[in-house]
């Protein structure tokens, strides 16, 4: 179990899906007639809310010589925690199988993953409670209170899984009580909870390309009576090992009292 590396990146490409919800977000100022005077696509980094906070508060003159939208608006987000999800457990027992394309004998397969809940923070910073608005309600109309993603888990399986991301809460903060020479920031915090599953290692096996069950009418020796076999193969035999269907099946019946060995497999 532990000591076998191995790297899914499912929480990377969560990560980089949960990014790219909010990826296009964009703000515009208007004229006293109506007439867009400015439009901007707001920067979105992960980072922690304090980066940015701290960033405002000790490098006040960092527009200086530029615009101030430059600066800001921003947005933020990063993951905050991962917890245990028991109530969508499923069997561990199940697998996830799929034949290899460069050896039809061998497949990959994957256990049942384990289901979490992975939390997020979405931040917004801007200068003015307009724009801080203006981000806010092209955000919350798409969360009633969840938005689903499909999300590529395990491209070597073909497993996608849809997962949906909860919006929990929304907290504001402006920070318009400072001094005058104190930048002002209007800060929107958004919690997410995305309820997705973690895979463990991929494995291979050979495929089962052919089945025999053997009927007999004694238990109680090693060498029982046979009285029938039944033997299941691909038909052809060269078939799709992902096909469901197409099977031969042949039943043989021994009306003699030869016994068979299934140990070495012979008649006696």
Same mark, same amino acid.
């Given at each position: 179990?532990? @000591?076998?590396?191995?790297?899914?990146? =499912?929480?990377? %490409?969560?990560?980089?899906?949960?990014?790219?919800?909010?990826?296009?977000?964009? #703000?515009?100022?208007?004229?006293?007639?109506?007439?867009?005077?400015?439009? *901007?696509? #707001?920067?979105?980094?992960?980072?922690?809310?304090?980066?940015? *906070?701290? %960033?405002?508060?000790?490098?006040?003159?960092?527009?200086?010589?530029?615009?101030?939208?430059?600066?800001?608006?921003?947005? @933020?987000?990063?993951?905050?925690?991962?917890?245990? &999800?028991?109530?969508?457990?499923?069997?561990?027992?199940?697998?996830? #199988?799929?034949?290899?394309?460069?050896?039809?004998?061998?497949?990959?397969?994957?256990?049942?993953?384990?289901?979490?809940?992975?939390?997020?923070?979405? !931040? =917004?910073?801007?200068?003015?409670?307009?724009? /801080?608005?203006?981000?806010?309600?092209?955000? $919350?109309?798409?969360?009633?209170? &969840?938005?689903?993603?499909?999300?590529?888990?395990?491209?070597?399986?073909?497993?996608? %899984? &849809?997962?949906?991301?909860? $919006?929990?809460?929304? +907290?504001?903060?402006?920070?318009? &009580?400072? @001094?005058?020479?104190?930048?002002?920031?209007?800060?929107?915090? $958004?919690?997410?909870?995305?309820?997705?599953?973690?895979? /463990?290692? *991929? =494995?291979? =096996?050979? #495929?089962?390309?052919?089945?025999?069950?053997?009927? !007999?009418? +004694?238990?109680?020796?090693?060498?029982?009576?046979?009285?029938?076999?039944?033997?299941?193969?691909?038909?052809?035999?060269?078939?799709?090992?992902?096909?469901?269907? @197409?099977?031969?099946?042949?039943?043989?019946?021994?009306?003699?009292?030869?016994?068979?060995?299934?140990?070495? /497999?012979?008649?006696?």
């Amino acid at each position: 179990m532990f @000591g076998t590396h191995f790297y899914n990146q =499912s929480l990377r %490409r969560l990560t980089i899906a949960f990014g790219q919800i909010f990826n296009n977000i964009v #703000v515009q100022t208007k004229s006293s007639t109506g007439a867009v005077t400015k439009r *901007m696509r #707001v920067p979105l980094a992960y980072a922690p809310k304090e980066k940015f *906070m701290t %960033r405002l508060e000790q490098q006040a003159n960092l527009d200086k010589g530029r615009t101030f939208a430059i600066t800001l608006p921003r947005m @933020g987000f990063e993951l905050v925690g991962l917890k245990y &999800d028991p109530n969508r457990k499923l069997n561990k027992l199940q697998k996830t #199988v799929r034949v290899k394309s460069s050896d039809s004998t061998v497949h990959n397969f994957n256990y049942t993953p384990v289901p979490y809940d992975i939390s997020f923070n979405l !931040y =917004s910073f801007t200068a003015t409670a307009e724009n /801080g608005l203006q981000i806010i309600e092209q955000i $919350l109309p798409y969360f009633q209170p &969840d938005y689903t993603v499909t999300i590529n888990a395990i491209p070597e399986l073909n497993i996608k %899984r &849809d997962v949906p991301i909860i $919006l929990n809460n929304v +907290d504001y903060a402006d920070t318009y &009580d400072g @001094g005058y020479n104190t930048r002002r920031a209007v800060v929107y915090t $958004l919690s997410f909870t995305a309820k997705t599953y973690l895979y /463990g290692p *991929m =494995s291979q =096996s050979k #495929v089962i390309r052919k089945s025999q069950s053997d009927i !007999y009418t +004694d238990t109680d020796t090693i060498n029982k009576a046979r009285e029938e076999r039944i033997i299941t193969i691909p038909k052809p035999e060269s078939a799709n090992a992902d096909d469901d269907f @197409g099977f031969t099946t042949t039943i043989s019946f021994f009306n003699d009292t030869k016994n068979y060995n299934p140990t070495t /497999g012979n008649d006696e």
